[in-house]
């Protein structure tokens, strides 16, 4: 289960995601800087004014690097972060100590055994999609049913490496890589922003994408 072999029941996702983030949750911030790119970029990407009192979920808030960063944006919108890992939404509702927003931090799973029945203007993945294996496409139908009229799911994540290390080193964290999410978007959302970027010149690539429902 911990080997380099991508997770093959959402279970054995969800217990691996716990795991790693015990220790991991405690070195986030000081390390993921350096490779998880685009982050600001999709959230200044998003089509709605600042102040609109918007509804918005992250999926895999982690340590709450973006809810911090939308609440900053807009301030009256409500902020919902979902994640499996305890560990890490620890650290989130240390960084969101006195905020404004109306904020929800919900530990669970995302996806169709566990459903929020609520409808949102924005459902934003940071670098979550790429983790949740295999049930990634039930996740994203989910989120698809959870859009208000006129929402859109803001996307960021990693798309590909030539380099062989590197995709086996994020197999070895359950990260899958390979231009598959990429894809998957494009058919089951409108594209208004879908762009692959380089980073360190080329070593991978990452996405942006915003769309809505088709
Ligand atoms: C790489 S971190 C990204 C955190 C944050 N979005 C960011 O950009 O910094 C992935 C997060 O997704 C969460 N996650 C993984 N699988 C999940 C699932 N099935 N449901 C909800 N959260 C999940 C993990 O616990 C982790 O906090």
């Given at each position: 289960?911990?080997?380099?072999?991508?997770?093959?029941?959402?279970?054995?996702?969800?217990?691996?995601?716990?795991?790693?983030y015990?220790?991991?949750?405690?070195?986030?911030?000081?390390?993921?800087?350096?490779?998880?790119?685009?982050?600001?970029?999709?959230?200044?990407?998003?089509?709605?004014?600042s102040g609109q009192p918007l509804?918005?979920?992250?999926?895999?808030?982690?340590?709450?690097?973006?809810?911090?960063r939308l609440a900053l944006r807009y301030p009256n919108a409500t902020?919902?972060?979902?994640?499996?890992?305890?560990?890490?939404?620890?650290?989130?509702?240390?960084?969101?100590?006195?905020?404004?927003?109306?904020?929800?931090?919900?530990?669970?799973?995302?996806g169709k055994e566990k459903p929020i029945n609520k409808k949102f203007d924005v459902i934003l993945f940071s670098y979550s999609l790429s983790m949740i294996n295999p049930q990634w496409k039930e996740v994203l139908e989910q989120a698809a049913n959870n859009l208000k009229e006129g929402g859109v799911v803001a996307i960021v994540d990693f798309h590909n490496t030539r380099v062989p290390i590197l995709w086996r080193w994020l197999r070895g964290h359950n990260v899958r890589i390979g231009g598959h999410l990429y894809n998957a978007l494009q058919t089951t959302f409108t594209p208004l922003k879908s762009e692959i970027h380089k980073a360190y010149n080329g070593l991978w690539e990452y996405f942006l994408f915003i769309g809505k429902c088709k």
């Amino acid at each position: 289960m911990f080997g380099s072999n991508i997770t093959t029941t959402a279970d054995a996702q969800q217990r691996y995601i716990k795991h790693y983030y015990r220790l991991h949750a405690q070195l986030y911030d000081f390390t993921r800087w350096a490779f998880l790119f685009g982050r600001n970029s999709l959230i200044k990407a998003l089509p709605f004014a600042s102040g609109q009192p918007l509804d918005i979920l992250e999926v895999g808030c982690g340590t709450g690097f973006n809810l911090k960063r939308l609440a900053l944006r807009y301030p009256n919108a409500t902020l919902t972060g979902v994640d499996v890992s305890e560990d890490m939404l620890a650290q989130t509702t240390r960084k969101l100590a006195g905020i404004g927003n109306k904020i929800y931090l919900m530990e669970q799973p995302y996806g169709k055994e566990k459903p929020i029945n609520k409808k949102f203007d924005v459902i934003l993945f940071s670098y979550s999609l790429s983790m949740i294996n295999p049930q990634w496409k039930e996740v994203l139908e989910q989120a698809a049913n959870n859009l208000k009229e006129g929402g859109v799911v803001a996307i960021v994540d990693f798309h590909n490496t030539r380099v062989p290390i590197l995709w086996r080193w994020l197999r070895g964290h359950n990260v899958r890589i390979g231009g598959h999410l990429y894809n998957a978007l494009q058919t089951t959302f409108t594209p208004l922003k879908s762009e692959i970027h380089k980073a360190y010149n080329g070593l991978w690539e990452y996405f942006l994408f915003i769309g809505k429902c088709k």
